[in-house]
């Protein structure tokens, strides 16, 4: 894991580890705890946070690998040129992998700690449920998978526009989820699938990228 890290710090820039990594899940961090105080609505503050969480992972990602395995880029042809560009390109992206989980399950840790120690106002009394560790789980498998899927897309697009519109069309089905977790609030079925899905998709996007650079011409 030591040189998973190196290799991720060796390819970003010191602006974007300030900002993709510090900056903004901070201001998510501290918008959506205030959201949760006052509504005191966790399936809107979990909305609100999962989408914030795919919007600055999706767009970060843009700008750390976004377009790789487009075949309009030259950035494959670049690390083809290496002997350790392979190498190299999953460690980067495994840490990338392993990092958005820690964040996202960071992020929620903190909103929850940060709108329990605030006080409780009229608002944030009606509550729809009881908040557990099922939907704890399920939001960070919801926000962990479409994160992935959405980064694998945009992997793919060597344009910012295109990034955008992976994260609209990435809105609608966390939304639905979300949904899901209000109807079962106590069910660990909808975190066990998301979870399975998350692992599958994480494995499924390097192996893409790993095969577009091995079809790269010399």
């Known amino acids: 894991m030591k040189q998973n890290i190196k290799c991720y710090f060796a390819v970003t820039s010191r602006l974007y580890r300030i900002l993709i990594l510090l900056v903004f899940p901070a201001i998510t961090v501290a918008v959506n705890a205030l959201i949760k105080w006052i509504s005191g609505d966790h399936i809107f503050y979990g909305f609100s946070l999962t989408s914030s969480f795919l919007l600055i992972e999706i767009a970060g990602n843009y700008l750390l690998s976004g377009g790789i395995a487009s075949r309009q880029t030259e950035k494959l ?36 700690a940060i709108s329990e120690i605030l006080p409780q106002n009229g608002w944030a009394a009606d509550v729809r449920y009881n908040e557990g560790m099922p939907v704890f789980l399920g939001l960070l498998s919801v926000g962990y998978f479409y994160g992935t899927f959405g980064i694998m897309i945009v992997r ?22 979300c949904s899901a977790l209000n109807k079962f609030p106590s069910s660990y079925v909808v975190p066990a699938i998301y979870l399975l899905l998350s692992i599958l998709a994480s494995i499924f996007s390097i192996w893409l990228v790993i095969k577009r650079l091995r079809s790269e011409p010399q």
Do not use: H, Q
């Open 77 to 112: 042809g670049y690390l083809k040129s290496s002997a350790r560009g392979e190498w190299l390109l999953k460690n980067v992206m495994c840490a990338d992998m392993v990092r958005r989980f820690l964040y996202f399950l960071l992020e929620l840790i903190c909103v929850s």
């Open 156 to 177: 793919f697009f060597d344009s910012f526009r295109a990034t955008l519109i992976v994260w609209y069309l990435s809105v609608i089905p966390v939304s639905i989820s």
